[in-house]
Each structure stands twice: as C-alpha cells, then as structure tokens.
C-alpha cells in the first residue's frame, strides 16, 4: 500500500496563496491516480481536483481557475497551488490515491483506497 502525508496548510488572507504537498511513500506513486479533497466539520467530504498517472487533470467549479494540481512522479510528491483564496476555502485537505490509469468517478471519496491524514487550511477575512 501508499502512505500518504500533507502538509502546507496554514492561515491565510483572502486573496493569497498556499500550496499544499502530499509526500507518498511505499509503492511506485507513478502509478497512482490521486486527488484532492476538503471537509469542514458537519459537512461530506468535497472534491477538489483529481490528476492522473501521465497529468491529465480536473477539477471541481468551485475551484477552476484558482487551484492547480501537479505531481513529480521522481519526488513521489502530489501538489496543490491555491491563489486567490476564499474564506470559503477553508477546510481541512486531504489528499487520496488508488492504483489505477483512470477513474470512472474521480469526484467521488470512495473511489479512492489510500487518505492522508489531511492539513488544515484558514481564510481570515
């Protein structure tokens, strides 16, 4: 299996930037599908962007135009470029993973078989 680790959260002003890393470890990262969440308390878990094995990637319209979602397959290492944050960003990250080329349903959490343990991300006002 992956170990999966973020890290990057933080405070941040609306209207800034943060980018958050996911670091994978324990199998071969390239040949993994992987994704980015976000959940705020009583809330399911959001989709935010997915990426594939060779970089084709999507991403949720909340977020299109704001967020960038990168790997380096030599790093083992999942990115996430947030600009322009919102308060509404706010939420604690996740990252996920699952073995596979493509998912059919990237947007869905149960598509994916390997979660970090997520880092929390604040927007003042």
């Known amino acids: 299996q992956v170990q999966l680790v973020e890290s990057g959260g933080g405070l941040v002003q609306a209207g800034g930037s943060l980018r958050l890393s996911c670091a994978a470890s324990?199998?071969?990262?390239?040949?993994?599908?992987m994704g980015w969440f976000r959940q705020v308390p009583g809330k399911e878990r959001e989709f935010v962007a997915a990426?594939?094995?060779?970089?084709?990637?999507i991403y949720s319209g909340s977020v299109k135009g704001r967020f960038t979602i990168s790997r380096d397959n030599a790093k083992n290492t999942l990115y996430l470029q947030m600009n322009s944050l919102k308060p509404e960003d706010a939420a604690v990250y996740y990252c996920?993973?699952?073995?596979?080329?493509?998912?059919?349903?990237?947007?869905?959490?149960?598509?994916?078989?390997?979660w970090g343990q997520g880092t929390q991300v604040t927007v003042s006002y």
């Open positions: 324990g199998r071969t990262f390239s040949n993994y599908f």
């Open positions: 996920a993973g699952v073995r596979a080329l493509i998912r059919p349903r990237p947007e869905r959490p149960d598509e994916y078989d390997y």
């Open positions: 990426i594939s094995r060779i970089g084709g990637s």
